[in-house]
Nanobody, 118 residues
Framework: QMQLVESGGGLVQPGGSLRLSCLAS????????VSWFRQAPGKQRDLVAT???????DYANSVKGRFTISRDNTKNSFDLQMNSLQPEDTAVYYC????????????WGQGTQVTVAS
């Protein structure tokens, strides 16, 4: 049974840092492109960062220079290091995995709350 399980959310003051982790089980992790999305209350779910199977990264403009996505294929996990957090980063963060080959399966984590407030 395939699962993505996030950890690391919480409450942090503006300017602070958090690290989110996503652990994948039940899949051949190296076959997957993985990403982080976020959804603020009343807003759509937006792509935050993506890392390819080979380690190429891409970021939303709003987080460039502050967030870093990484993966460890030996541990079936990927992380999102978030620095210089601001109140507008408050959202539920979801990890996501998309298989890079047919049948191109997609999986989502359950979400973890990140709240940035003083």
């Amino acid at each position: 049974q395939m699962q993505l399980v996030e950890s690391g959310g919480g409450l942090v003051q503006p300017g602070g840092s958090l690290r989110l982790s996503c652990l994948a089980s039940g899949i051949s992790f190296s076959r997957y492109v993985v990403s982080w999305f976020r959804q603020a209350p009343g807003k759509q779910r937006d792509l935050v960062a993506t890392i390819s199977r080979g380690g190429t990264t891409d970021y939303a403009n709003s987080v460039k220079g502050r967030f870093t996505i990484s993966r460890d294929n030996t541990k079936n996990s990927f992380d999102l290091q978030m620095n210089s957090l601001q109140p507008e980063d408050t959202a539920v963060y979801y990890c996501y995995a998309r298989e890079d080959f047919v049948p191109r399966r997609i999986y989502w984590g359950q979400g973890t709350q990140v709240t940035v407030a003083s």
